[in-house]
């Protein structure tokens, strides 16, 4: 078994530097090319690669294996000269020779560009690259960068918002200002990074098939969500209005509190449809509700409250709403005086009021699932029958 060990030189530096013609073939004539070449340039990484070539070949014959050992070089003309060149020498050898498998040697991205000519004419057992020990950062940043511009997606990712970036300056530059140039493209360039970095486009593509298939199967959750859409809009134009009304109010804690305590009703009337119309789905299918799904218009329910009761205490407490009037009332043999309720008290029933409504949400998600649970189980299994003598 004959094995070729070949060092690939693409440019011919081998031959612009020694005056050598290639092929180069033999131990000691590998041996003495070795010299010539670290006479001629002794910083030139083919030093390393020729060296590399003839330890692979000992290696080899130290396995009792029959080893040619030879330096191929192209063409300085042009590529396509240097890939014939090099097609050339590799056929002489492979007539000379005859050799049953090759190993490459070679130490740039440049000359690996060669494997494929060598790989057409012998069987290729092994590719050495040979990086130098001080360059090896500086190597492997040249492949990083190569897979990168490879890479589709990373280039559109990155290349193609700095490209957009270097022709927009200069035009914000001269139109508007320098310093408000750099400020609008630092913004989008903000956005764009908070869009890539919350997989924005991922959330919507996924939104969209979503409502897509809930279009195509007929879900009534699809009209609730447009009605909490629509209940959402006027919580948040209700707020605002009630801050509107506040006039000039120093702080931001006060209009906050008062935009919550207006929009909290309707926003919450808003998750208590959307969770509706899911539960309804859920009810419609066939498989069995699932728990979450009974529990959660309870918890929007009792959240509403207990925010509503917070915004309001704050308010009462600043002045900016009455207190609670208690009107009478007569329930047939229950009957009440018109009373005020403070803002420690209205607190107190709201927060008491959104726990017993999550207490028997809970209870009858707990309920209902035990109940599937029975049921599941009562007709999952045959009926097991006493044996004899119980």
């Keep these: 078994m004959t094995t070729l060990v070949v060092c690939l030189d693409r440019t011919d530096d081998v031959g612009r530097k020694t005056g050598l013609r290639s092929p180069v073939v033999g131990w000691e004539a590998v041996r003495a090319l070795v010299t ?35 330096v191929v070089s192209g063409d300085r003309e042009s590529m396509v000269s240097a890939d014939r060149a090099v097609a050339e020498q590799l056929d002489d050898l492979i007539a000379d020779y005859d050799p049953d498998s090759a190993v490459v040697v070679t130490d740039s991205a440049d000359d690996e560009r060669l494997i494929p000519i060598v790989e057409s004419r012998v069987r290729v057992d092994s590719v050495d690259r040979v990086v130098v020990r001080q360059a090896r950062d500086i ?33 914000l530059a001269i139109t508007v200002g320098p310093a408000e140039g750099a400020a609008a493209i630092t913004t989008v360039i903000g956005l764009f990074l908070l869009y890539k970095g919350f997989n924005v486009d991922e959330r919507l593509a996924r939104f969209a098939r979503q409502t897509r298939e809930s279009l195509y199967s007929g879900q009534v959750s699809v009209v609730t969500y447009v009605v909490a859409a629509g209940l959402t809009f006027v919580g948040l134009f209700v707020g605002a209005l ?8 120093p702080g931001v804690v006060i209009p906050a509190t008062r935009f919550a305590f207006d929009s909290v009703p309707w926003l919450a009337m808003a998750a208590l449809t959307a969770s509706a119309g899911r539960l309804l789905d859920e009810a419609i299918g066939e498989d069995p509700i699932r728990r979450s799904f009974l529990n959660l218009p309870f918890i929007v329910v009792a959240v509403g409250l207990v925010v509503r009761g917070f915004s ?71 009926e097991t029958e006493p044996a004899d003598g119980d």
């Design 312 to 382: 309001a205490y704050f308010l009462e407490e600043q002045g900016v709403i009455d207190p609670f009037v208690v009107p009478e009332n007569e329930f047939g043999i229950f009957s009440n005086e018109q009373f005020v309720m403070v803002a420690g008290e209205r607190l107190a029933l709201f927060v008491v009021t959104a726990i017993v409504i999550s207490l028997v949400g809970a209870r009858i998600a707990s309920s209902v699932s035990g109940s599937h649970g029975d049921a599941e189980r009562g007709d999952g299994g045959p």
């Design 36 to 70: 010539d070449v670290g006479l001629a340039d002794p910083e030139d990484s083919g030093v390393n690669t020729l060296l590399e070539s003839l330890r692979v070949a000992q290696d080899l014959r130290d396995e009792n294996e029959e080893v040619v050992v030879a």
């Design 139 to 171: 190597e492997s940043t040249y492949y990083l960068l190569k897979q990168f511009l490879a890479d589709e997606e990373l280039r559109q990712t990155v290349l193609v918002p700095i490209g957009l970036t270097l022709l927009v300056f200069p035009l």
């Design 242 to 249: 009630g801050v509107s009304n506040l006039g000039e109010t």
